[in-house]
């Protein structure tokens, strides 16, 4: 099942995309909501139930590219929803703010849950290229930031 908002109601929501779809996967029902912002994303990922779960705020960290994933409701940063927003960074390029209900302890689901959402992004064209330069470069000889 998947609904997609019409052209109308995305220039009624300033450019906003919003996007559901659900899947079945090893007799779970996985529920998305991606809600494309400016240079970032906002995710749910419901299992078998519509609770929001934790949320949390992932984003690439400078000057190391690194990503640095904060909770901002519920949970700790040893639950799933922390690492499918790391990866997902990591993937995609863009900022992500996650709401999971994933239990801990399912490597599986986490797995299935993050790899329907990549396919989605992907097929939603929410993906930078890998090639895209950073906005920072750094010169490692004599370790200065330039812009």
Not at 37 to 65: D, F, V
Not at 113 to 133: D, F, H, I, N
Request: glycine share 8%.
């Amino acid at each position: 099942m998947d609904s997609t908002t019409s052209p109308q109601q995305e220039n009624d929501a300033g450019g906003l995309q919003v996007h559901c779809f659900t899947d079945v996967v090893d007799e779970l029902t996985l529920h998305f909501q991606i809600i494309r912002l400016p240079k970032q994303i906002y995710a749910w990922i419901g299992c078998n139930s519509s609770k929001m779960g934790h949320l949390y705020a992932a984003a690439h960290t400078r000057p190391s590219e690194g990503v640095s994933v904060s909770c901002v409701l519920g949970g700790s940063s040893d639950n799933p929803g922390a690492g499918i927003a790391r990866r997902i960074v990591l993937k995609s390029g863009l900022n992500v703010i996650l709401a999971s209900n994933i239990p801990k302890n399912s490597p599986m689901i986490e797995a299935n849950a993050e790899r329907k959402m990549m396919e989605k992004l992907v097929q939603l064209g929410y993906t930078r290229p890998r090639s895209e330069p950073s906005s920072f470069m750094i010169n490692p000889t004599a370790g200065e930031i330039h812009r």
